[in-house]
């Protein structure tokens, strides 16, 4: 069965770090380009941050161009974001999200709460 399993959300204070990981199993990772979204409370899901299944060049959205990293490990068929210099709007769920040209999946979300 296909599974993505968020982890690494929680708490932390305006200007700390913070590393999301997204454990797939089920289908071929590595023939699947990967997707960070987020959605606060009473917003839109948005896109954060996407990339190529063999790598490249990531994009990310303006709002967190330079404090956000997002990277993949085929072979653990992981997929990672690393968040610098948090901020209070940074807050939401976040999903992990897999896609090719015939299939998508999402996981079920982490909790990224910013905060003093």
């Known amino acids: 069965q296909v599974q993505l399993v968020e982890s690494g959300g929680g708490l932390v204070q305006p200007g700390g770090s913070l590393r999301l990981s997204c454990a797939a199993s089920?289908?071929?990772?590595?023939?699947?380009?990967m997707r960070w979204y987020r959605q606060a409370p009473g917003k839109e899901r948005e896109l954060v941050a996407g990339?190529?299944?063999?790598?490249?060049?990531?994009n990310y959205t303006d709002s967190v161009k330079g404090r956000f990293t997002i990277s993949r490990d085929n072979a653990k068929n992981t997929v990672y974001l690393q968040m610098n210099s948090l901020k209070p709007e940074d807050t939401a769920v976040y999903y992990c999200n897999a896609r090719n040209w015939y299939n998508g999946y999402w996981g079920q979300g982490t909790q990224v709460t910013v905060s003093s």
């Open positions: 990339i190529f299944s063999t790598g490249g060049t990531p």
């Open positions: 089920g289908f071929a990772f590595s023939n699947y380009a």
